[in-house]
């Protein structure tokens, strides 16, 4: 089993007081798999719907950040691979 990874960096190195604060999370995890499961659906009478596909992460990561100042970070975005957060300085 492969370690998770992620990396974390502001869009500033320092703020001046109630400025935006940006911080991206670029996160992985190697033995994260993708399920995709396909369904057809059949009636009585043997007629059968086209194939639907659907895909699932299996045991997917989840981001959480917290602030030794107990300023409150808000998610602006995450694709499941990055994800930017918002506070204010």
């Known amino acids: 089993m492969a ?3 992620v990396t974390a960096a ?6 001046a007081p109630g400025a935006q604060m940006l911080l991206t999370v670029t996160y ?3 033995d994260t ?10 009636d009585a009478q043997g007629n059968s719907s086209a194939p639907a596909k659907v895909s699932a992460v299996i045991d997917p990561l989840t981001v959480t950040v917290t602030d030794d100042s107990g300023r409150a970070w808000t998610r602006v975005s995450d694709n499941g691979t990055v994800a930017v957060y918002r506070a204010v300085a």
Not at 10 to 15: I, K, R, W
Not at 33 to 40: D, H
């Open 10 to 15: 502001l869009n500033a190195t320092s703020y």
């Open 33 to 42: 798999k993708t399920l995709t499961v396909t369904v057809v659906v059949t």
């Open 28 to 30: 992985g995890d190697p």
């Open 3 to 5: 370690a998770p990874t």
